[in-house]
């Protein structure tokens, strides 16, 4: 009987506590600047190209094999302008397969993708879920405006790791 | 009037899950009962089966860091370690001491939360209906938005690698960690004081599904649930991996080995936990947090096989790695401590109650994902 009297003060106390309800939709908690959210693909502003030069090692690492990627000569090079001599033709990675695990980031040789901060990218058909390159170059460049990332101008060598 | 005893009667079986709510995944068990006393306990497992061990084949080291995440998934960076270590073993590799103190004070964080979604679900079964799971889930969900600030994830972490860890602790993480731990304290405390020794808490789990030392041992049980039938058995005191041997804890032994004991350990081995972190970040070094191996993790260790294990929140989680010195493993073998401790289900449910069954099995705290692989 004390029990149940016990108990029933642990709810009146929690019931004059203040909510920590967060409005979810209107509000957002906040997220780590380290959060793992879907990958994006980062552009390089300097000569206005995609940073990615399409080399096939993040689909060659990503352990659900959820990345297609292929790649063609770079119209910029021959004019000089840039020193990739390949360039992304099209990306798509399928979000329904991506565990977010980040491995692509780490393999990329060219700082060419990231785990930006979207995660609200439901939707109600399969084939909504495939991200298109312009999808990636949509969520990467806003996350790298935001985030102050800036993509090595135009080197096209091998990253630091 | 015919007498009970001459009264024709035939057990009944009764499934129960897959969908059970109780049943805390996708198991199911079968029960034969007499009336409202079991008889017979089989359980049905395998839902869950999605061959880790053998996608573990042809992946290679650093992608099945995420395979184990999703094993026990609600203790993924003790599950991450134990692989990481088996490697490490087998590539006779020295782990820079910081990353150790990081992977301690994770390890332990992540103990705490398991226990907390046991403190949790264990309310629920009982029949407590909300408040604990709610009280659970608070702390638990603290711990977690600690470590999305390291990790980047909530649970699916993947930051553990072979040699050390994926980048260095953020900037605050002391401050964030003991203000994290003072909460804790104060959330253990209350949990404590809302269930332990509750009256009808006490008549649910008191003498409900017992068993003794021996018979645990044979069993193949590990971690609380052997622990609460007094057996001095912890991975970390019988075999100090990492740092563990710098601190000073105590490993919390119950008598009875009854459903009470086995929930009175992990809330003890919650206080410890925390009190294992703060003792690592008070002696926690400065320096490297990686060792210097192949880039990206993507090691090749060296011919030969390995054994490693550690103290999940669940037991005695083990690794056994062969390895023909490729960039995949030749084969993985995962020793699950919720696989081993289910097998002593049958002895513990025979002879209670149905409503029992469910205390039992609560108290058991099998997570599927690892039971199933």
Known sequence: MIGFFKSLAVTLQSMLRKPVTVQYPGEHLPMSPRYLGFPGLLWDDAVDEPACTGCLVCARYCPTDCITVSMKDNPLHKEGKSKRRKIVDDFQIRMERCILCGICVEVCNFEAIAMTDYHEEADISRGDLIATKEDLFRMGRDYQKRAGIVVGAGSGSEGEE | ?373
């Not at chain 2, 087998?90 to 910081?98: A, I, K, S, Y």
């Not at chain 2, 699916?156 to 260095?168: E, I, N, P, Q």
């Open chain 2, 1 to 373: 009037m015919v007498a009970e005893a001459d009264l024709q009667t035939v057990d009944m079986l009764l499934n129960m899950g897959p969908q059970h709510p109780s049943t805390h995944g996708v198991f199911r068990i079968v029960l034969t009962i007499d009336g409202e006393r079991i008889v017979d306990a089989e359980p049905h497992i395998g839902y869950l089966h999605r061959g880790t061990e053998k996608l573990c084949e042809r992946e290679n080291y650093r992608q099945i860091i995420t395979l184990f995440d999703r094993l026990d998934y609600v203790a993924n960076f003790n599950n991450e370690l134990v692989f990481v270590m088996a490697a490490e073993k087998l590539m006779g590799l020295e782990v820079p001491e910081r990353a150790q103190f990081i992977r301690v004070i994770l390890a332990e964080l992540n103990r705490i939360s398991s226990h907390m979604l046991f403190y949790g679900a264990f309310g629920t079964d009982i029949g407590v209906l909300a408040t604990p799971f709610m009280y659970g889930f608070r702390e638990r969900e603290r711990i977690q938005q600690l470590f999305e600030a390291v990790t980047g994830a909530r649970m699916m972490h993947s930051y553990f690698r072979v040699g050390g860890v994926a980048d260095d602790l953020p900037d605050g993480f002391t401050a964030h960690t003991r203000a994290l731990l003072d909460e804790l304290k104060r959330g253990v405390q209350e949990c404590d004081r809302l269930l332990t020794y509750n009256e009808i808490f006490l008549e649910r789990t008191v003498n409900v599904g017992a068993i003794t030392g021996e018979e645990a041992i044979d069993f193949g049980v590990s971690g609380p649930v052997l622990r609460a039938s007094g057996v001095p058995m912890d991975v970390r005191v019988a075999e100090p991996y990492l740092v563990y041997d710098r601190f000073d804890y105590e490993i919390p032994l119950g008598k009875n080995g009854d459903c009470w004991d086995r929930f009175w350990v992990r809330i003890e081995e919650m206080r410890q936990s925390i009190a294992i972190v703060e003792q690592a970040l008070a002696m926690m070094p400065e320096g490297p947090f990686q060792a210097p191996v192949a880039k990206f993790g993507f090691v090749r260790p060296p011919r030969g096989d390995t054994y490693a294990r550690a103290e999940n929140p669940r037991g005695d989680f083990g690794v056994y790695l062969v390895s023909q010195g490729e960039n995949t493993p030749y084969r993985v073998k995962i020793r699950g401590p919720s696989f081993c401790n289910l097998m002593a289900l049958k002895r513990m449910t025979v002879g209670h109650y149905i409503a029992d069954a469910v205390v039992i099995l609560g108290s058991l705290d099998i997570v599927l994902g690892e039971v199933d692989r």
